[in-house]
C-alpha cells in the first residue's frame, strides 16, 4: 500500500476561523480511501503561511516534506496530497515550476485532489501536461499579485490617511500603548513606559545589552514585548526604536524585506512620546563607543579599562586575576599579543596601571577635557548636513518625477535617482553622527562628568558605579596607549587630540618629550607634557 501525505496551507487567520482547514483534510481522507491508500498520521500544516512570497518553501511546513524527501524520511513513490495547485505555491511560475519539478524527480507523486491529477515523471514529460501545470501557476500568481496590489493601494491610502490626520490606522501600535476604542490616539501603559525609560538609564549608565536584559529580568521589569520575559533582542529594538520618540514611520515589504515607505517620511507626534531626544542621542552615543569595548564577559565590571588601552604594538589588552590568599584582588593586565604568543610585551600590575591612569585624569582633564569649541563646530556642521540632506531628498524626488513622467527611455534617470539615493543615505548618516556626538557633548554640564570621575576614581565599589566610571572614560579619553616596556602611559583627552600627557608608571620611565629629573617630588604630580 502507498503512503499519501496530505499538505494543507492557507495564507490568512480569517481561513483558519472558517472552514479551509476542515475542507482541505476531508478531501484528503477521502482521496486516501478511495485509492486504497495509506494515509500518513503526520500531514503537514502551513497555517496562515504565504504561498505568494515562498514563506512555505524557504521555512514553512512544506520546506519540512521537502528536507524529509532528501533525508529519505518520506520514501520514494509517496503521494503528496493537495487541495489544487495554489495551495501548494503562489509563487512566480519559474519558482512553482521548479518547485514540482524537484518534488517528481525525487520520486514523488503530487496529487491536485480539486481534478484528481497526478503529477509524477511521466506526466510531468507529456507537453500537454507541462503547459497545463503552467497555466495553473501563472494563474494562482496573478491572482496573489493582483491581490497584493490591491491591498498595498488600500493600505497606502489607509497610511496617507492616518498620516494627514494623525489618526489610529489599526489597533496595532508598540507594546507599551493602547489604541483608544474611538481611534483618537493613543493611551500609554505607565508600567511598560516606565522599564523602557529604565533601559535607556541604564544604557547611557554603560550597561551593556545583556546586562540591561539580565537586570530587567531579575528585578521583574514588566516587559514592553511578547510575554514577561526581556531578551536582548527587545532591548537592542528598543534602543533604537524612534517610536518612542513619537514617530511613526510607514513602512512596506519589498522582496520579503520590510522597508520605509518610500512616500512617507517618519510622522512626528504619531504616538505619545515617552523618551526625549536628549535621552535617545545619549543611548546612540553609547552605541557608537561600543566598540572600544569588545564583547564583554566581564559581568561585574572588573576592568573598568577595558577597551580603552591599546598596547605600543597597537594591541589590546586584557585583564587576569591572578588573586590568593596572599594577594586577595591581585590582577596583571597583558597585552593580548603577549597572551597568544605573538608578542613578548610586559604585562603590568592592575594597581599600578588603574591608579596611573586615574590619577592622570582626576589631574588633566578639567583642564585638556575642553568640549566648548568642538560643540560650536558640530552645530555648525549639523546646520550644513540638514541643507545638504534636503537637497538630496529633492533631488531624489524631481529624478523619481522626471522618471515617472518620461517617456523616453529613462536609464540615465535612473542612474541619477541612485545616486541622490547614495548621496542622502551618506548625508543622513553623518547628520545622524553629528547629532549623537553634539547630545554627548551637552550630556548635563562637564562639570558632572569630571566630578563624577574624581568621586568614583576613590571608590566604585557597586557593579552599577563601575559601569558609570568606565563610561565616563570613554568620554574623557580620546586614547590611552601603554608603552610597558619605557615604563609610561600616554594620554589623550578628546577636544585635544593633538596634544598628549606622558605618565610615568616606574621611577625609571623614559619618557618622551622631556628629560627624567633627578627628583620625580620636583614636578608637579610627577607628570610631563609630550606631542603626540
Not at 170 to 180: D, N, S, V
Request: hydrophobic fraction near 40%; charge should be positive; include cysteine.
Amino acid at each position: 500500500m502507498a503512503k499519501a501525505y496530505s499538505y494543507v496551507r492557507f495564507s490568512s487567520a480569517k481561513q483558519a476561523a472558517g472552514d479551509s482547514l476542515r475542507r482541505q483534510m476531508e478531501k484528503s481522507i477521502a482521496y486516501a480511501q478511495k485509492h486504497s491508500l495509506e494515509l500518513s498520521d503526520l500531514s503537514y500544516r502551513d497555517l496562515g503561511v504565504s504561498g505568494y512570497d515562498r514563506s512555505n518553501i524557504e521555512r514553512g511546513a512544506l520546506k519540512a516534506f521537502i528536507d524529509a524527501v532528501e533525508a529519505g524520511t518520506v520514501a520514494e513513490g509517496s503521494l503528496l496530497l493537495v487541495e489544487q495547485f495554489d495551495r501548494l505555491s503562489r509563487a512566480k511560475v519559474s519558482v512553482a515550476l521548479q518547485l514540482l519539478l524537484s518534488l517528481v524527480n525525487s520520486g514523488i507523486k503530487v496529487v491536485t485532489l480539486i481534478d484528481e491529477k497526478i503529477w509524477d515523471k511521466t506526466s510531468i514529460n507529456e507537453v500537454s501536461e507541462l503547459v497545463a501545470s503552467i497555466i495553473y501557476m501563472s494563474r494562482a500568481h496573478n491572482e496573489s499579485y493582483s491581490k497584493a496590489g490591491r491591498l498595498s493601494e488600500v493600505w497606502g491610502q489607509k497610511k496617507k490617511a492616518a498620516v494627514e490626520s494623525l489618526t489610529v490606522m489599526t489597533l496595532e501600535c508598540p507594546r507599551w500603548l493602547t489604541a483608544k476604542r474611538d481611534r483618537s490616539g493613543f493611551d500609554v501603559l505607565t508600567d511598560k513606559a516606565n522599564s523602557i525609560a529604565k533601559v535607556f538609564a541604564a544604557r547611557i549608565q554603560g550597561f551593556g545589552i545583556a546586562a540591561i536584559t539580565r537586570k530587567a529580568n531579575q528585578e521583574a521589569w514588566p516587559c514592553p514585548g511578547k510575554g514577561d520575559e526581556w531578551h536582548t533582542s527587545l532591548v537592542g529594538r528598543l534602543l533604537n526604536n524612534r517610536a518612542v520618540l513619537g514617530e511613526y514611520q510607514p513602512h512596506k515589504l519589498s522582496d520579503r524585506r520590510r522597508i520605509p515607505e518610500p512616500d512617507f517620511g517618519p510622522v512626528r507626534g504619531f504616538y505619545p512620546q515617552i523618551i526625549d531626544e536628549r535621552t535617545f542621542s545619549l543611548a546612540q552615543a553609547v552605541s557608537e563607543r561600543r566598540p572600544q569595548f569588545p564583547g564583554r564577559r566581564d559581568v561585574n565590571y572588573k576592568n573598568f579599562l577595558q577597551g580603552l588601552l591599546r598596547c605600543s604594538c597597537g594591541r589590546s589588552f586584557v585583564r587576569k586575576n591572578k588573586q590568593s590568599a596572599k594577594q586577595p584582588g591581585y590582577a596583571r593586565y597583558y597585552c593580548s599579543g603577549r597572551y597568544t604568543g605573538a608578542t613578548d610585551c610586559l604585562a603590568l600590575g592592575s594597581k599600578t596601571l588603574e591608579t596611573a591612569i586615574l590619577n592622570a585624569v582626576v589631574s588633566y582633564a578639567p583642564e585638556r577635557f575642553v568640549m566648548d569649541e568642538r560643540a560650536v563646530e558640530l552645530r555648525q556642521k549639523i546646520e550644513l548636513l540638514e541643507v545638504e540632506f534636503k537637497n538630496a531628498a529633492r533631488r531624489t524626488e524631481r529624478f523619481a518625477e522626471a522618471i515617472a513622467d518620461s517617456s523616453s527611455p529613462v536609464r540615465p534617470l535612473v542612474v541619477k535617482l541612485e545616486e541622490a539615493e547614495a548621496a542622502g543615505r551618506v548625508f543622513g548618516e553623518n547628520l545622524r553622527k553629528a547629532r549623537v556626538e553634539l547630545a554627548e557633548l551637552e550630556l548635563g554640564d562637564t562639570d558632572d562628568v569630571l566630578s563624577s570621575l574624581i568621586r568614583l576614581a576613590r571608590d566604585a565599589s557597586s557593579v552599577e558605579e563601575r559601569a558609570e566610571l568606565r563610561e565616563n572614560l570613554g568620554r574623557v579619553l580620546a586614547s590611552c596607549v601603554v608603552f610597558a616596556r619605557e615604563g609610561y602611559l600616554q594620554i589623550s583627552f578628546r577636544g585635544q587630540e593633538d596634544l598628549s600627557i606622558a605618565v610615568p608608571l616606574t621611577l625609571e620611565a623614559a619618557l618622551p618629550g622631556a628629560p627624567m629629573p633627578a627628583n620625580l617630588d620636583t614636578a608637579p604630580n610627577g607628570f610631563y607634557w609630550g606631542t603626540s
